[in-house]
Nanobody, 116 residues
Framework: QVQVVESGGGLAQPGGSWRLSCAAPGSIFSLISMGWFRQAPGKDREFVASISWSAGTTNYGDSVKGRFTISRDNAKNTVFLQMNSLKSEDTAVYYC?????????WGQGTQVTVSS
């Protein structure tokens, strides 16, 4: 019922910046948080960042702390991931996660490749 759609994947350069967006159109009751996970080839899916919908409390995975920033637009049910100082190891499929009270929804994923 709840659709989660990532956008903004593409090719970025090492040391550069990139921004991803994730939106869940429509009215969503009891939206708790939204966040990002990523999965690189041959690796497990790992936590990247999350933000609570009420207070805007953020959490970051150790591998991206200090480089990535998550933000939200509550009115549009949209979350952003600003990625700075990109490294080749940031290359992965990035998945958006929406946590509703009692349910979890995932986007299809968007590919981010960091390469020169």
């Amino acid at each position: 019922q709840v659709q989660v759609v990532e956008s903004g994947g593409g090719l970025a350069q090492p040391g550069g910046s990139w921004r991803l967006s994730c939106a869940a159109p429509g009215s969503i009751f009891s939206l708790i948080s939204m966040g990002w996970f990523r999965q690189a080839p041959g690796k497990d899916r790992e936590f990247v960042a999350s933000i609570s919908w009420s207070a805007g409390t953020t959490n970051y995975g150790d591998s991206v702390k200090g480089r990535f920033t998550i933000s939200r637009d509550n009115a549009k049910n949209t979350v952003f991931l600003q990625m700075n100082s990109l490294k080749s190891e940031d290359t992965a499929v990035y998945y958006c996660k929406l946590l509703q009270l009692g349910s979890v929804y995932w986007g299809q994923g968007t590919q981010v490749t960091v390469s020169s």
